[in-house]
């Protein structure tokens, strides 16, 4: 369950709607991220409308699932992270680490180097 429940929210964000997404996670969501630049939230709802401007900022975003590592209701999940900022193409290597209960993703910490995307952006 942990597994699929991982994937199917990973699959979503790759689709880019936030009412998909959204419906992945529980009504108390823990998005919490750990970049320098990042900023960490609680609830459901405040994720559904964060999500638009991310989405919209973040163009073309695409995760490609570099394993999943599962133990019980907890999931880590190396990725390839790809989009276009500011016309810039970006690449980052990060981890996903996941708390799910039921079916849903609980928590979600994100694992990614600020400093490698600002090198990328810079102009």
């Known amino acids: 369950m942990t597994r699929r429940a991982v994937i199917r929210y990973v699959n979503a964000l790759n689709r880019h709607d936030p009412d998909e997404i959204a419906a992945c996670v529980t009504p108390d969501f823990h998005n919490e991220h750990t970049s320098a630049a990042g900023r960490s939230l609680r609830g459901r709802e405040a994720y559904r409308d964060r999500l638009v401007g991310f989405l919209a900022e973040f163009a ?10 599962v133990e019980g209701d907890r999931a880590a999940v190396p990725y390839r992270m790809t989009f276009l900022y500011d016309g810039a193409p970006v690449l980052i290597r990060g981890v996903f680490r996941f708390l ?3 079916d849903l993703v609980a928590h979600r910490v994100d694992y990614w180097d600020g400093a490698d995307f ?3 952006i810079a102009r």
Not at 60 to 69: M, P
């Open 100 to 102: 799910v209960a039921g």
């Open 60 to 69: 073309g975003l695409s995760y490609e699932i570099e394993d999943v590592i």
């Open 118 to 120: 600002e090198r990328q």
